[in-house]
């Protein structure tokens, strides 16, 4: 009778963890020079990204974020926000991304019950901390997003502008290897009964999702949604469900991307125009 061989790992074979940081590895390496457009207002390369990704992973670490620890951010499509999707479970902590559509009352719930430890925060949603900062228990420091030259004055503890603290940043980070399982990042559900419904996802989870869902999205040979031709622009809310995580798909293959950050109709009609976007997701809520 013929026996089955069962073959298994040498004892000294690297157990190869799944990390975020393991997307941000093709991208950068074969596309370096494509862009990532910020509406009408700048543009970088892949290889820029790759060194702001490490000048943020540097100023939260330089504020004291450690491994553990919720940075919870408030903003549009932005690459910012694209930054923080990497750098931000890269280093250990935990990406809180807020439903600034949120009530305030709720989204004070949301950042106590995921116990924020630093937030950062787009000029435009100032008010609403500011008027809550009382409420809010475990925030220790802000950090400012904004678009102009020179930032909103504010009541809140902040540490500065992302800008500045970027530019002050060093350019490299040595991102440690750690369990695959650990909580990547982290939001909260709408529409359901009581109080928001908090949610997790590992670094596994998401490095899983992103590898089915550029599977999933180029398998059909007549009609592919994505590919490494493609120009991906998000009409979906990053802080939901990370835009379907279609932000960590197109940097895994290196493609154009357009972010629009605040939702204008015609700026997403002139967007669309002249960067010939041929793939985007649409936020949907049903009611019943």
């Not at 999933?216 to 493609?230: C, G, K, N, T, V």
Request: charged share 20%; aromatic share 10%.
């Amino acid at each position: 009778m013929a026996q089955t061989r069962i073959l298994k790992p040498a004892d000294n074979a690297h157990q190869y963890p799944l990390l975020i940081k393991q997307l941000l590895l093709s991208g950068p390496r074969y596309s370096p020079d494509q862009e990532i457009v910020y509406a009408n207002r700048s543009k970088y390369t892949y290889t820029d990204l790759v060194e702001r990704i490490n000048q943020l992973a540097n100023a939260l670490t330089d504020a004291g974020v450690k491994p553990g620890d919720t940075v919870a951010v408030m903003d549009w499509d932005t690459p910012r926000y694209l930054e923080c999707f990497f750098a931000i479970p890269m280093i250990g902590a935990v990406l809180h991304t807020v439903n600034v559509r949120l009530s305030p009352e709720q989204i004070v719930y949301t950042m106590n019950h995921a116990e924020d430890d630093v937030v950062m925060v787009h000029d435009d949603f100032l008010p609403i901390l500011e008027g809550v900062k009382d409420e809010i228990n475990t925030v220790k420091h802000y950090i400012q997003l904004s678009d102009e030259a020179q930032a909103k004055t504010t009541s809140l503890p902040s540490l500065g502008e992302y800008e500045h603290l970027l530019a002050k940043a060093a350019k490299t980070f040595d991102f440690p290897d750690f369990d695959e399982n650990s909580i990547a990042t982290t939001f909260y559900t709408t529409g359901t009964t009581g109080n928001p419904k908090g949610v997790f996802f590992s670094h596994r989870q998401l490095v899983l999702h992103t590898l089915a869902m550029t599977g999933s999205l180029s398998a059909y040979d007549e009609m592919p949604l994505l590919r490494s031709s493609s120009v991906y622009m998000p009409v979906t809310p990053m802080f939901h469900v990370h835009a379907w995580g279609v932000p960590y798909a197109a940097t895994m293959l290196g493609i154009k991307q357009v972010y629009p950050g605040r939702y204008e109709p015609e700026l997403l009609v002139d967007l669309l125009k002249e960067h010939k976007v041929t793939f985007s997701t649409v936020y949907q809520r049903s009611c019943r």
